[in-house]
């Protein structure tokens, strides 16, 4: 059945469709997660990156390799059809992703929040935003109690995002959050130019994609160890972990062993 996440924060502007798109690229070919995003932002900004910038890409990509193919797919919804839509397709993807609009205050925006089994709430260290950010956290942790109260599945995390590394703000944020009880991420993803350049047809990961995108080891880095917490944080199934340990048990068979060991 499949995981429901949003990244969701009252504040517009703070990263929640980068997030979207700098993870599940990653998620759906290193992870081998089937992913589906659901864009339900009237801005359209993943389908618009979708079908103004990677079309004429895939476009393209097709002429010389007739199998290249999004990794994911993406689904321009209202708000008001998210459940028709997780109902219907519950078993056809590992985890599906609700891009919600740049608000947090409306009726429909907190019946799809309560709908997810996670709330990832974007972290932005900028001073005037600590205390709302921190109170629509609040407000998600006593979702939280509630629905475990009623055995119902329900979770929220913070996500800093927009580091500045070295910048007091940001430690502060992390005290601010963690004095209050409320649960975020230790992974984070940094301000950088190439993560504003995501595409939904490339992954960060990919060496040439990085390069065209400006994206360093470093970047590689981070997308890998959020993918990774987000992974272990909602149990999804990991099949890149999956794959390597068969990998590892076939190199070190009972008698073929590729180790040495000293006394
Ligand atoms: N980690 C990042 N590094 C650099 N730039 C970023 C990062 N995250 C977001 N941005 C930039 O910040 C701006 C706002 O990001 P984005 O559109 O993802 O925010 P949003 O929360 O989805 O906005 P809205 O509330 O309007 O839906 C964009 O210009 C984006 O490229
Ligand atoms: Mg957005």
Redesign the pocket.
């Known amino acids: 059945m499949s995981k429901i996440i949003s990244f969701a924060t009252q504040k ?7 997030l979207a798109l700098v993870l599940a690229a990653p998620l759906a070919t290193e992870y081998r997660l089937k992913i589906a995003i659901l864009d339900c ?1 009237y ?1 359209q ?1 993943i389908v618009k990156t979708r079908n103004q910038i990677d079309a004429p890409s895939l476009a393209a990509m097709l002429q010389a390799d007739p199998s290249a193919k999004y990794p994911y797919d993406v689904f321009p919804l209202s708000l008001d059809n998210v459940f028709d839509f997780t109902d219907t397709h519950q078993d056809d993807y590992d985890l599906i992703i609700i891009d919600i ?2 608000r947090a205050d409306g009726e429909d925006v907190f019946n799809v929040l309560t709908g997810c089994d996670a709330v990832i709430v ?1 972290l932005v260290s900028d001073y005037l935003d600590r205390a709302s950010t921190a109170e629509f956290m609040g407000i998600l942790e006593s979702i939280k109690s509630a629905a475990n109260k009623a055995g119902l599945p329900f979770d929220y995390f913070g996500l800093a ?2 580091r500045i590394a070295g910048r007091r703000e940001e430690k502060e944020m992390d005290e601010y959050i963690d004095g209050l009880g409320l649960s975020r991420f230790n992974s984070f ?5 190439a ?2 350049r995501a595409s939904t047809l490339h992954s960060l990961l990919t060496p040439g994609f990085r390069t065209y995108a400006g994206g360093t080891k470093d970047s590689s880095d981070e997308i890998r160890r959020v993918c990774e917490e987000l992974i272990e944080r909602l149990d999804l199934p990991n099949h890149k972990a999956d794959s390597l340990a068969t990998a590892v048990s076939e190199v070190d068979e009972p008698g073929k062993s590729s180790t040495t060991v000293t006394e």
């Not at 993803?189 to 130019?193: D, I, K, Q, Y």
């Open positions: 517009g502007g703070s990263g929640k469709s980068t932002d801005q900004s609009p740049g974007p995002t927009k993803l940094s301000n950088r130019l993560y504003s």
